[in-house]
């Protein structure tokens, strides 16, 4: 099929060509050999009277033109593809697609793990791919490679549209073994105390509360790294270790390790998680009704200042501290600097 003399097949060719710059890997992507894909580009090249893709050296990189053209051409086909996707009904459970939802491993344990739970038990024909978070998570949004992205407010692409999940406090963790802290942590042992942080994507980047801290001026002395959340409770065990944590993530720690959770010594601001999808997947049914799900299931979550911190310790969850994701105002009784329940 041609519209304006340009043969409309070609426009997944074109897609791959600008995204991967590569004749080969484009070939691969779109499942054609590579002699068909060389000749796919000399009829791009012919239509748009460009080279579109230019040797430089060992490598091909794209032209004024080929580089104008990305961000429309990836529009054009994520638009054909929410198109032809509409029905006029929906049913969850005749439903077969696979959604792509990018989230983090603390997102996955406060909050997606019942909504993975939802999905199998009301849509049994549906898949669901979690992949980790990554530096370019906005550029695949964007590129439709996920269907779903779910991070922090601070984070938000304001090209798409987003909704509000629910919000979290942070607070310290550390070994119920450490008998540098007491009942409560000041600033000048927080700060003196060697710490645990994440650090995420390639290249690793801070996470919001490392930016929050910096913000208040607040210098940790950082000894280890790691490379996600939920790590960070288990390492910091036998150690005296400090990790400043989402409380939702620690409290569910606290249930299997023997840590406490206790206030930071700092105001900082309550972290806001939302949910991000492509603006072309607004009226697509079945992303609808999955955020719907999440939504519901979000609303469901006590609120962030119903969370309450006190020095606790998987001890105290076990003898009742906890309640509901929120834990009792009365501190756990400690014996010689180690907190006990």
């Known amino acids: 099929m ?5 043969d409309l097949n070609l426009l997944l060719a074109l897609d791959a060509l600008l995204e991967e710059q590569n004749i080969t890997r484009a070939a691969t992507r779109v ?29 091909m990189e794209l032209t004024v033109l ?11 086909i994520l638009h054909v593809h929410a198109t032809v996707g509409i029905r006029v009904s929906f049913d969850p459970a005749r439903e077969t697609r696979c959604m792509k ?34 530096d370019d998570a906005a550029e695949k949004l964007r590129r ?17 549209p987003h909704r509000q999940l629910f919000e979290d406090r942070y607070c310290a963790v550390i070994w119920e073994g450490n008998t540098h802290v007491g009942d409560t942590l000041d600033a000048a042992t927080y700060e003196r ?30 000894r280890v790294n790691t490379f996600d959340f939920s790590s960070m409770a288990t390492a910091l065990v036998g150690t005296e270790l400090v990790a400043t944590m989402h409380a939702r993530l620690a409290l569910a720690c606290a249930r299997r ?19 991000q999808w492509h603006r072309f997947q607004e009226n697509d049914p079945c992303h609808i009704w999955l955020r719907g799900i999440m939504l519901e299931i979000a609303q469901g979550l006590p ?3 119903e969370v309450a911190l006190a020095p606790v310790s998987a001890n105290a969850i076990e003898t009742g501290a906890i309640h509901g994701g929120a834990v009792a105002s009365r501190p756990a009784p400690r014996k010689a600097g180690v907190a006990l329940a």
């Open 31 to 59: 499942n054609v050999s590579q002699s068909a894909m060389s000749g796919m580009l000399a009829r791009l090249r012919e239509f748009f009277e460009d080279d579109l893709l230019a040797a430089v050296g060992r490598n």
């Open 257 to 275: 390790l023997p840590i406490r959770v206790l206030p930071l010594p700092y105001d900082l601001p309550p972290m806001a998680e939302c949910v």
């Open 193 to 222: 105390l060697p710490h645990i942080a994440p650090m995420l994507g390639r290249p690793r980047s801070p996470t919001v509360e490392e930016l929050l801290l910096q913000a208040q001026g607040v210098k940790r002395r950082i």
């Open 144 to 160: 439709g490679e996920n269907d779903f992205l779910i991070i922090p407010k601070n984070f938000v692409d304001a090209e798409h």
């Open 2 to 6: 041609r519209f304006n003399r340009l």
């Open 101 to 134: 939802i990018m989230v983090s491993d603390y997102a996955i344990e406060v909050f997606l793990n019942q909504v993975v739970a939802r999905v199998l038990r009301d849509a049994p024909n549906m898949t669901l791919e979690l992949v980790p978070l990554s």
């Open 66 to 76: 080929g580089r104008q053209l990305v961000g429309p051409v990836r529009d054009l």
């Open 303 to 305: 609120p962030s200042r």
